[in-house]
T-cell receptor
Framework: TQLLEQSPQFLSIQEGENLTVYCNSS?????LQWYRQEPGEGPVLLVT?????EVKKLKRLTFQFGDARKDSSLHITAAQPGDTGLYLC?????????????FGKGTLLTVNP | NAGVMQNPRHLVRRRGQEARLRCSPM?????VYWYRQLPEEGLKFMVY????????ESGMPKERFSAEFPKEGPSILRIQQVVRGDSAAYFC??????????????FGPGTRLTVL
């Protein structure tokens, strides 16, 4: 059972378009992190969201944590080829063992020039 | 300020051999986590260690796998008698504290293990 479902699995768009990727679960998380992973490399942290309803902006990237802390979204405005990569969400379960990150399978984004 | 370092980056072993994967956490970090990424799968938690202590190894196979984080030196993930199903990318992460919410796990570049 995949605790964190990411959608879409693959996304190919043209430079300048906007996009949103989703991370959904039936479980509550104490925090949720978004990472970007390049081929052959490890995940690089983009943001951590902690509070239900929280919105964080990182240049053209906007991250939102659902009110119930069960889901999150990543919106990219005016995508650029440099945004190409695998976007992973990872949650820390509420309660004990909150150091165990549960990862989604990722959204593979391709931005074409 | 160096990040999490892992070596080797690529490791090839034949079935039955031993694999040793090393991880040096970020400076000032005393908590280390190992994750495994199988093809077409998300990263899966394996083990959480602090210096000289295994805190949680619930995600690690009971047989052939072991991990340590000695007082001096890097953390080691050891796989004995490797099988083809062990082929995967193994990632190490470190954090300053153990609790999420106020802390963050930073990942290394990974070790790609291929078992022939």
């Amino acid at each position: 059972t995949q605790l964190l479902e990411q959608s879409p699995q693959f996304l190919s768009i043209q430079e300048g378009e906007n996009l949103t990727v989703y991370c959904n679960s039936s479980s509550v998380f104490s925090s949720l992190q978004w990472y970007r992973q390049e081929p052959g490399e490890g995940p690089v942290l983009l943001v951590t969201v902690v509070t239900g309803g929280e919105v964080k902006k990182l240049k053209r990237l906007t991250f939102q944590f659902g009110d119930a802390r069960k889901d999150s979204s990543l919106h990219i405005t005016a995508a650029q080829p440099g945004d190409t990569g695998l976007y992973l969400c990872a949650g820390a379960r509420a309660g004990g063992s909150n150091y165990k990150l549960t990862f989604g399978k990722g959204t593979l984004l391709t931005v074409n020039p | 300020n160096a990040g999490v370092m892992q070596n080797p980056r690529h490791l090839v072993r034949r079935r039955g051999q031993e694999a040793r994967l090393r991880c040096s956490p970020m400076k000032g970090h005393s908590h280390v986590y190992w994750y495994r990424q199988l093809p077409e799968e998300g990263l899966k938690f394996m083990v959480y260690l602090q210096k000289e202590n295994i805190i949680d190894e619930s995600g690690m196979p009971k047989e052939r796998f072991s991990a340590e984080f000695p007082k001096e030196g890097p953390s080691i993930l050891r796989i004995q008698q490797v099988v083809r199903g062990d082929s995967a990318a193994y990632f190490c992460a470190s954090s300053r504290q153990g609790a999420m919410g106020t802390d963050t796990q930073y990942f290394g570049p990974g070790t790609r293990l291929t078992v022939l």
